[in-house]
């Protein structure tokens, strides 16, 4: 039961709030009775249901969560700067509330707020790195009972961007005609960045991102067996990749004259950075003439040739890196011959005798 004291001051009268849990209670003063006893129906009612905050939850703020969850627990990962920009979005809009009163309904307001600015994927980012703090803060704080964001849906996200390089064709006289692939090959190869065709190939051929690629180290490199083990990911997991082909031979012919005071495989003049390519990875598009194309999209076209020539989901996940399935469905529909393929082998088997 809760129990409403009202007191009398010099700077008018407040009530306070006692409700009891178990063997303790928890308090709150409010200086309109109407609060108090909306408050205390509230408290009252997560009694029934187990929901009552935690001392914790009374006493700290949204702030406070936050800068402990920055400090403690981002460290050295590697989206720490995307999550701590969010973070300290939520903590402009709400920091000064406390964790007892954060409620879906308030982190959905806010949820709503964000969208009239940001695309629903980013509006989805900043709901995840918000929920892992909170997230924490349950698990190994104990400041809160149950994750509040866990009861807020996400915005939902358009199907996500699939641009890839076209191959060569032939016209209706049997003239070969070059498709994206080559052209922009071609335009790589001519370039007078020292390291553009190679950092393109290697994106063609594995489906690495711009940045594993840019950062890999000769450490991560074994020639012998043809193999490439990244360690700096997007998601923080170890990712061997084989390497094979021509970009197994360009790797071999730069581990020949690579730089002796660098470990990196493409480093800039003073062997400390990684070489800068942007400039002429936009001269070789427009010599290519391809329109409406990035550097990422190298990794969609790796991703949908191997579809197209019959790798697995799953296969596809593994190369690029994905936990889920759920991020390599975009190319489902390149690889409808291998899947019908599975099909009629099912088919056979089943009804061969029918």
């Known amino acids: 039961m809760a129990s409403i004291v009202k007191r009398v001051g010099k ?64 460290g050295q990962v590697k989206t720490a700067g995307d999550k701590t920009r969010h973070l300290n979005w939520w903590k402009d809009q709400i920091g000064g509330v406390k964790l007892a009163d954060i409620t879906p309904t308030l982190l959905s307001e806010n949820r709503d707020k964000l969208k009239k600015k940001k695309k629903p994927g980013t509006v989805n980012r900043y709901l995840t790195s918000i929920s892992h703090a909170f997230s924490v803060a349950v698990r190994e704080w104990g400041w809160i009972d149950v994750n509040p964001v866990s009861k807020v849906r996400k915005l939902k996200e ?33 370039s007078r960045s020292p390291v553009l065709y190679d950092v393109v ?48 031979g360009l790797l071999k012919k730069r581990a020949k004259v690579r730089r002796l005071n660098s470990q990196l495989v493409f480093p800039d003049k003073t062997g400390k950075a990684p070489a800068k390519f942007r400039d002429a990875w936009l001269a070789a598009l427009e ?3 391809i329109d409406d194309f990035r550097f990422h999209d190298l990794r969609h076209t790796a991703a949908s040739y191997l579809a197209m020539s019959g790798a697995t989901l799953a296969e596809i996940a593994e190369i690029l890196g994905h936990k889920t399935l759920a991020m390599v469905k975009r190319y489902s529909h390149f ?11 099912l088919d056979e088997r ?3 005798n029918e």
């Open 201 to 248: 190939v290697l994106a063609l051929s594995t489906g690495m991102r711009q940045g594993e690629i840019m950062n890999l180290t000769w450490k991560e490199v074994d020639l012998r067996v043809g193999r490439v083990t990244l360690h700096n990911t997007k998601n923080d997991e170890i990712r061997a990749i084989p390497i094979t082909g021509v970009a197994l």
């Open 11 to 74: 700077k008018g009268s407040t009530y306070r709030v006692r409700v009891r849990k178990g063997g303790r209670y928890i308090s709150k003063t409010f200086t309109r009775l109407t609060d108090a006893k909306s408050w205390a129906s509230e408290m009252e009612s997560k009694i029934d249901s187990r929901q009552l905050p935690t001392a914790e939850a009374l006493k700290h703020t949204l702030s406070d969560l936050i800068e402990r969850y920055i400090e403690n627990e981002l």
């Open 287 to 289: 010599r290519a003439e």
């Open 158 to 190: 358009p199907r996500g961007r699939v641009r890839f390089l076209s191959e060569d064709s032939t016209d209706k006289r049997g003239r070969v005609v070059h498709g994206e692939r080559t052209r922009l090959l071609d335009a790589c190869r001519n």
């Open 350 to 352: 089943m009804f061969g």
């Open 335 to 345: 690889s409808t011959d291998h899947v019908s393929g599975v099909l009629s082998k």
